[in-house]
């Protein structure tokens, strides 16, 4: 049995109210809609204009309707397509000449740029950036148990990548006592690539390497040996060292080396 608006509980009353209203609107808007329709049909007539005529005036409507939004939707796709295509076109165009790279500079005289040193633990001395320039300085050599011993200038400083940059560019100089260093292009503890041997004489000279020139080396882990891998140019890495110990310089070798504009390109 249907319930009555007497029968309601309290709690029940707003939510029939909104519902009577709801109704009431739906109710005026279809009352208007009727009177809308029916006001249009009596101008029809006052124009002599039948119930055929207006049927068929608004079949041509609907089909004017849909045609126009057929027309559109060919435009539409036309469009998108044209647009697909040029950045299909402009994909492969950057694939086949990709931007040049951005060069990679270190004139160490930023502090953001953290050169900081690294010796084996019985040789002693300093490196770092000190005057606006690079610095090693060896104070003694003393091999480890395995024969190695080392002196670097480090920096983790570096753009995530290298690839597609084809040369590498430093000044270096030295007070004579270490005669040859080496830079590296290092990626982790397990890939690097080492440049040419380069000599350190007492005035300023600038040396450049082509990218091709390194030699790749790697090794399974930190603690092997590291042998020389064909091809290979520099891609992802983690840091640069210049570095002047084993086997480039004797183990009574000491002395000082400085380095200056360091750009790859």
Same mark, same amino acid.
């Given at each position: 049995?249907? %319930? %009555?608006?007497?029968?309601?509980?309290?709690?029940?009353?707003?939510?029939?109210?909104?519902?009577?209203?709801?109704?009431?609107?739906?109710?005026?808007?279809? @009352?208007?809609?009727?009177?809308?329709?029916?006001?249009?049909?009596?101008?029809?007539?006052?124009?002599?204009?039948? $119930?055929?005529?207006?049927?068929?005036?608004?079949?041509?409507?609907?089909?004017?309707?849909?045609?126009?939004?057929? @027309?559109?939707?060919?435009?539409?796709?036309?469009?998108?397509?044209?647009?697909?295509?040029?950045?299909?076109?402009?994909?492969?165009?950057? +694939?086949?000449?990709?931007?040049?790279?951005?060069?990679?500079?270190?004139?160490?005289?930023?502090?953001? =740029?953290?050169?900081?040193?690294?010796?084996?633990? $019985?040789?002693?001395? $300093?490196?770092?950036?000190?005057?606006?320039?690079?610095?090693? =300085?060896?104070?003694?050599?003393?091999?480890?148990?395995?024969?190695?011993?080392?002196?670097?200038?480090?920096?983790?400083?570096?753009?995530?990548?290298?690839?597609?940059?084809?040369?590498?560019?430093?000044?270096? @100089?030295?007070?004579?006592?270490?005669?040859?260093?080496?830079?590296?292009?290092?990626?982790?503890?397990?890939?690097?690539?080492?440049?040419?041997?380069?000599?350190?004489?007492?005035?300023?000279?600038?040396?450049?390497?082509?990218?091709?020139?390194?030699?790749? =080396?790697?090794?399974?882990?930190?603690?092997?040996?590291?042998?020389?891998?064909?091809?290979?140019?520099?891609?992802?890495?983690?840091? +640069?060292?210049?570095? +002047?110990?084993?086997?480039?310089?004797?183990?009574?070798?000491?002395?000082? +080396?400085?380095?200056?504009?360091?750009?790859?390109?």
């Amino acid at each position: 049995m249907p %319930r %009555r608006y007497d029968d309601l509980q309290p709690e029940e009353l707003p939510e029939v109210l909104r519902e009577a209203v709801r109704r009431q609107d739906v109710d005026e808007r279809e @009352r208007e809609l009727r009177m809308d329709r029916e006001s249009y049909e009596q101008a029809a007539q006052e124009m002599g204009i039948s $119930r055929v005529e207006l049927d068929r005036a608004a079949a041509a409507s609907h089909a004017a309707t849909v045609t126009r939004i057929r @027309r559109g939707r060919r435009i539409r796709n036309t469009v998108t397509g044209a647009a697909m295509a040029l950045l299909a076109v402009a994909g492969v165009y950057r +694939v086949a000449n990709p931007p040049e790279p951005e060069p990679a500079a270190w004139t160490f005289e930023s502090t953001a =740029q953290a050169w900081s040193g690294d010796f084996n633990p $019985r040789s002693t001395g $300093r490196a770092g950036q000190e005057g606006g320039r690079g610095v090693i =300085q060896v104070e003694r050599f003393v091999a480890e148990d395995d024969g190695r011993y080392w002196a670097n200038l480090n920096t983790a400083s570096v753009p995530p990548s290298l690839k597609g940059h084809e040369t590498i560019t430093l000044r270096i @100089r030295g007070d004579g006592g270490l005669g040859r260093a080496r830079l590296f292009v290092e990626n982790g503890a397990t890939e690097r690539w080492r440049s040419p041997d380069i000599p350190v004489g007492t005035e300023w000279r600038t040396v450049t390497f082509r990218m091709d020139q390194l030699e790749h =080396q790697i090794r399974p882990d930190s603690r092997s040996s590291w042998r020389g891998e064909r091809g290979g140019a520099p891609g992802a890495v983690t840091g +640069v060292s210049l570095k +002047v110990g084993h086997p480039f310089n004797p183990t009574d070798a000491r002395g000082r +080396v400085e380095v200056d504009d360091l750009r790859i390109d």
